[in-house]
């Protein structure tokens, strides 16, 4: 329930389960086992790809979010934000 970090997305791409482990396996951070599970019964995958990942000094706590930004309602893990966004919160 904290923002502890930032990046931007560079690349995002679909292809197929086992095309994407080929090209994105050793930077999932996964073992093929667990991506296996996940994709079970998919037919295709989704890579995104970051770039200038950042770890903020001091995470922000959602209340905190939540009184900076008038109706922030964070999703599951993630969240987009515009620069005048992020430049209010670092």
Do not use: C
Not at 31 to 49: G, S, T
Request: net charge positive; no cysteine.
């Amino acid at each position: 329930m904290k923002l502890v970090g930032r990046a931007e997305v560079a690349q995002v791409q679909v292809a197929s389960v086992a095309e994407i482990w080929r090209e994105h396996g050793p930077e999932t951070g996964i073992r093929l086992n667990e991506y296996n599970d996940y994709f079970k019964n998919a037919k295709e995958a989704v890579a995104i790809k970051l770039v200038n990942i950042q770890r903020l000094d001091k995470p922000r706590p959602l209340q905190d979010l939540r009184d900076r930004l008038s109706g922030f309602q964070p999703p599951q893990s993630y969240r987009y934000l515009d620069k005048a966004q992020v430049a209010a919160l670092v």
